[in-house]
């Protein structure tokens, strides 16, 4: 299955592509005039997720050429690889099966002759013992008293996922107990997210996949500093470190004797697996914090939103598959029309942190220069995801999006039903829904982005400026900028692990049809032992500083010379 990967731009349907892409003249609305049924043919249902690409810059003979592409790469069988858990990470010789952690107990996918499913489910239950320990009250801490704040320490995939989903679910936590997220080494992170805690109502939960990331292990070494520290100066108790390090501390890893040697009972500890990528991990056990705050059976569904998309993207014929034609239209506006970045733009607050999730899921992922068998790749790789919920984003940066000079293809996401309903009253007594306010500035912007305004219709306008002609360029808007729009009925658990699992496919199909390795992170490690090397020039060894480079050099001078 790790043969030579295909070269795409030696397929026949790159060069149809580059072909339609040679002096390609997107016209949106001359294209919705033509074709009544454009809109439905382009709309797709994947388990809850009402999907529509009618707003993308394709046509049928583009859309047609890019599922032939997915065909002459090997698309399909590459999906049937990573379901079926063959070493697909090639660099790290494992197998990838995030899909394998929401399998339904009654499945079977035997991995090195151990079927993973049973193995799942075990983990599973004991993760869903501890949260309906801690959220019952019948875990406590050193004291006897509940706790009341869960705090996870964890970094990139051990932080992202849980805190976006924690954020995303809101309408559906206990309201008797916080989570926090401390994940920066920043030492300002750790302070202020500890400042105002009872260390006798806390509990630290430890997420590292490795138990060896540098930001992890010296926050949780804080954390156990600032329990113990603050229990005995409350008078509170007077035991053994590892008694009360044994009730506040527990751990989630692949590496469970490190988790040992720090000190945290192995009982304490929930396990994964080392095929489960970092970025693939939040519906693992580093999810605990989530499942602590949701309850087992929400987190069940969530688990079950996952594996519904699982199932189109494995199952689905590619004219019908929303991931794979995702990734499709994402490789046509990167590699054909020079789009280097992609906005994801969720029309729902509780969905702020999606996009910085979506960052670490793509990039991560696929921003690689070298293909699974170590040849270079022969075109451009991984965009740049970024966003914000709408409506903010509107009033910062949409302004690039709707007139510059730069395509950037945009997600939109919204959802029919609001978590927390509103009602305004207006100045003139009118009772306005402010989620059907919020949900027609959504709309409104993908109509503007597609269509956008001809100069003629600016100056039909009339106002103010009517008679301005010299400001009439500056109003037209271009349109033919393109956008996908998915919409739910309401962000559920389900919901949130289809939007989750259908991102992960988009990035598998594109790093397939580039030829890379989309489950390996080489790319983070020398930065990781510079920081390591350069960590005793910073505390003043000359000797240290001299091996350094003279920018470097001069950088620490100037942090050793102002450091107070
Ligand atoms: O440095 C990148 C990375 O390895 C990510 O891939 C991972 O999600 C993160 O660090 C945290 O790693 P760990 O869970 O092992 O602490």
């Known amino acids: 299955m790790n043969a030579k990967p295909v070269d795409p731009t030696g397929t026949a349907a790159w060069g149809r592509l580059a072909q339609y892409a040679d002096g390609f003249a997107p016209d949106l609305r001359g294209w919705f005039a033509a074709d009544p049924g454009r809109a439905e043919r382009l709309t797709y249902d994947a388990a809850d997720l009402h999907t529509?690409?009618?707003?993308?810059?394709?046509?049928?003979?583009?859309?047609?050429a890019l599922i032939e592409l997915a065909r002459e790469v090997g698309l399909e069988e590459r999906r049937e690889a990573m379901f079926r858990g063959e070493r697909i990470n090639v660099t790290e010789n494992r197998a990838v099966l995030h899909t394998a952690l929401r399998l339904p107990e009654d499945a079977t996918l035997m991995v090195d002759g151990v079927n993973v499913v049973t193995e799942v489910h075990e983990a599973l239950r004991h993760m869903f013992a501890f949260a309906e320990r801690v959220r019952s009250g019948a875990w406590t801490g050193v004291t006897g008293r509940r706790i009341k704040t869960v705090v996870n320490i964890g970094i990139g995939g051990s932080d992202l996922g849980p805190v976006m989903a924690y954020e995303a679910l809101a309408a559906y936590r206990t309201p008797e107990i916080e989570c926090r997220f401390i994940s920066n080494i920043d030492p300002t992170d750790a302070a202020r997210k500890l400042a105002d805690l009872d260390p006798t109502t806390t509990l630290f939960i430890v997420s590292s996949k490795t138990f060896s990331t540098l930001e992890t292990l010296t926050n949780a070494r804080l954390c156990r500093s600032w329990l113990l520290d603050n229990l005995r100066a409350q008078r509170v108790f007077d035991g053994k470190d590892e008694e009360a390090v044994a009730k506040h501390f527990v751990a989630v890893s692949t590496a469970l004797d490190k988790v040992a040697a720090f000190g945290i009972d192995p009982a304490n500890a929930f396990g994964f697996w080392d095929w489960v990528g970092g970025r693939y991990s939040v519906d693992s056990t580093i999810g605990t914090s989530l499942a602590?705050?949701?309850?087992?059976?929400?987190?069940?569904?969530?688990?079950?939103?996952?594996?519904?998309?699982?199932?189109?993207?494995?199952?689905?014929?590619?004219?019908?598959?929303?991931?794979?034609?995702?990734?499709?239209?994402?490789?046509?506006?990167?590699?054909?029309?020079?789009?280097?970045?992609?906005?994801?733009?969720?029309?729902?607050?509780?969905?702020?942190?999606?996009?910085?999730?979506?960052?670490?899921?793509?990039?991560?992922s696929n921003g690689k220069s070298v293909r699974w068998d170590g040849s270079p790749v022969t075109t451009h790789t991984g965009e740049v995801f970024w966003g914000?919920?709408?409506?903010?984003?509107?009033?910062?940066?949409?302004?690039?999006?709707?007139?510059?000079?730069?395509?950037?293809?945009?997600?939109?996401?919204?959802?029919?039903?609001?978590?927390?309903?509103?009602?305004?009253?207006?100045?003139?007594?009118?009772?306005?829904?402010?989620?059907?306010?919020?949900?027609?500035?959504?709309?409104?912007?993908?109509?503007?982005?597609?269509?956008?305004?001809?100069?003629?219709?600016?100056?039909?306008?009339?106002?103010?400026?009517?008679a301005r002609e010299d400001i009439v360029a500056a109003r037209v808007f271009p349109g033919n900028r393109p956008t996908t729009s998915i919409m739910a009925p309401d962000l559920t658990p389900a919901v949130l692990g289809q939007l989750i699992a259908l991102y992960e496919h988009i990035t598998f199909t594109q790093g397939v049809v580039w030829g890379i390795d989309s489950f390996d992170q080489w790319g983070v490690e020398l930065g990781k032992q510079l920081a390591l090397q350069i960590s005793p020039a910073v505390s003043g060894d000359e000797q240290a500083a001299a091996a350094q480079d003279p920018s470097t050099r001069a950088l620490i001078d100037y942090y050793r010379s102002n450091r107070k």
């Open 388 to 466: 914000e919920p709408g409506t903010n984003g509107q009033h910062a940066f949409y302004q690039l999006i709707h007139q510059g000079t730069h395509l950037v293809p945009a997600d939109f996401i919204a959802f029919a039903n609001p978590a927390y309903p509103l009602k305004d009253t207006t100045d003139d007594g009118r009772s306005v829904d402010v989620h059907e306010l919020f949900l027609s500035n959504f709309f409104a912007q993908t109509r503007a982005l597609a269509f956008g305004k001809t100069a003629d219709e600016v100056r039909a306008e009339g106002g103010s400026n009517a």
């Open 52 to 64: 529509d690409l009618s707003k993308g810059l394709v046509t049928p003979e583009i859309l047609d």
């Open 292 to 364: 602590i705050a949701i309850g087992p059976e929400r987190f069940t569904e969530f688990l079950g939103g996952m594996h519904a998309m699982d199932e189109h993207f494995r199952n689905t014929e590619l004219t019908h598959n929303v991931p794979a034609l995702m990734g499709l239209l994402n490789i046509w506006y990167g590699n054909f029309l020079d789009a280097g970045t992609h906005a994801v733009l969720p029309y729902s607050q509780l969905l702020h942190r999606f996009p910085a999730y979506l960052q670490q899921l793509t990039m991560e």
